[in-house]
């Protein structure tokens, strides 16, 4: 250890909001359907590109992968059959985070690939 303190995560500095304030995600899942790791995967990006936005998970039903924004559901896997591309999502929030209006995701990723 050099005696250097590590990284740490500052908060932005008064009157500058934390990217993502204010936009509310929730995220409902089906559990034994094993999208947990899916749903921690884009959690994880999300909160990498806005530190401030705030995520929710629900357990769902079956075959379920939905996602709202402020309240909006801009992602169905019911409809879609797949899941969310990493990209949409991320520019879906961008967008809300502007006080853009939201446009449905269509495009998605296959659930699962067959070898």
């Excluded at 005696?3 to 089906?30: F, H, K, M």
Aim: with cysteine.
């Amino acid at each position: 250890m050099s005696g250097e303190p590590g990284p740490t995560c500052e908060a932005p500095p008064p009157g500058e909001i934390e990217p993502g304030s204010g936009v509310r995600i929730v995220v409902e899942y089906c559990e034994p359907c094993g999208f947990e790791a899916t749903y921690l995967e884009l959690a994880s990006a999300v909160k990498e590109q806005y530190p401030g936005i705030e995520i929710e998970s629900r357990l769902g039903g079956t075959g379920a992968f939905e996602i709202e924004i402020n309240g909006q559901l801009v992602f169905s896997k019911l409809e879609n059959g797949g899941f969310p591309y990493e990209k949409d999502l991320i520019e879906a929030i961008r967008r809300a985070s502007n006080g853009e209006p939201l446009e449905k995701i269509t495009n998605s990723r296959p659930p699962c690939v067959i070898l």
